[in-house]
């Protein structure tokens, strides 16, 4: 992965990867935080 990310790479996640984003950190914070 490259550091300079185009603007089409951006507008890509800025879209689903905002929603993968949300399901990530609620995954990692679920299974980090709550189960421990």
């Known amino acids: ?3 300079a ?3 089409a790479v951006v507008a890509i ?3 689903s990867g ?3 984003g949300v ?3 609620d995954e990692l914070l ?3 935080g709550r189960s421990a």
């Open 30 to 32: 679920g299974a980090g």
């Open 13 to 15: 996640t800025g879209a």
């Open 23 to 25: 399901r990530l950190v």
């Open 5 to 7: 990310m185009p603007e």
């Open 18 to 20: 905002a929603q993968y």
């Open 1 to 3: 992965m490259t550091v």
